[in-house]
């Protein structure tokens, strides 16, 4: 298997490219049992944020939070008890946390804090909360994405899980943005790539064997001998 130390211990930014560019193919071997994911994925990913930035300050509608609750259970495990529960957050109520929410960053955990105060969002979908308005400081907290890090599992879904591992994107973040010249990477881009690795892994292996050759080309560089030294 490709990248067997796993992505998250990954330092060629070339295979984080490569990851990065095959997330709709995974995602739509993950949606061909969930037909609705990937017309849910591409609001959430580039329908919602558009229209966050557009507004004068930054907030969710209610609307906008049930679909975000679709989106998520979609993409993860469907609990159909909080889809219902989170419609029955008042407009007034869903409007006044997130934009309170937004206003309290970068205190990321005082945000949580105040999103969790609307039914049925915990930290997880919190962070995806915040991670549709502010992709460069938030990470959404992906089942997938935890597992992928070393050291977070068993996963709890606690702030103080998500503050340890949004630590951990962000360390990640700032190695790739040293390394890297052609791409700048956020907080959500590494999750995506961590999310889109380990579904790979499970549901379409086969996706993940161009990194073969991206790690091989790496191993060819570190060990071949420079103009001024011999080979043995």
Known sequence: MPLSGGLYSCEDPTCWRTVFDIYGDVLKVKGSKQKKLAELDKWYQEELPLAIAGRKEKYLTQGEVVKLMEWKLARGKFRPRLQQLVATNSSEMVESCTRKAFQLLPDVAAAITELSQLKAVGPATASAILAAGVPETVAFMADEAMESIPGLT??????????????????????????????????????????????????????????SSEEEKAADEDVRPTKKQKSK
């Not at 907080?187 to 380990?198: D, F, G, Q, T």
């Open 154 to 211: 068993p996963i709890q879904y606690t702030l103080k899980h998500f503050i340890l591992y949004l630590d951990k994107i962000l360390l990640c973040v700032k190695k790739l943005n040293q390394v890297d010249s052609e791409t700048v990477w956020t907080p959500h881009r590494v999750e995506i790539c961590l999310w889109a690795w380990a579904v790979a892994q499970k549901l379409c292996p086969s996706l993940l064997h161009t990194l």
